[in-house]
């Protein structure tokens, strides 16, 4: 996988959306992200983003995270499942930890 690398697998079933994230989510990456994402989440009820293959996420990709939540408009309504230690210090040190659920 390259340094730029980010693939994202969606797999939508009614109100619940689960997508894979894998590779690095930053600047570079971003837009992949939420071009695949944003679309579905406008109608979502529930968010699940699987993490486990996520190698590095920056200020970018939090940022994207919190657009996706704000984008479905109900609290709790965005999971990340199975974040590495690295993202969920990321998550604590921004405060976002109580906003995107783990």
Partial sequence: MSTSSL????????????????????AATVRVF????????????????DCEALEFCDSTGLRSFVVVRNRIGVPGALTLDRPSDELRRLLEITGLTGFLDE
Avoid: C, M, N, T
């Fill in 7 to 26: 693939h994202v697998v969606v797999h939508s079933r009614g109100s619940v959306v689960r997508a894979r994230v894998a590779g690095k989510l930053d």
């Fill in 34 to 49: 939420l071009d695949a994402i944003e679309p579905l989440a406008e109608g979502a009820r529930q968010v699940v983003l």
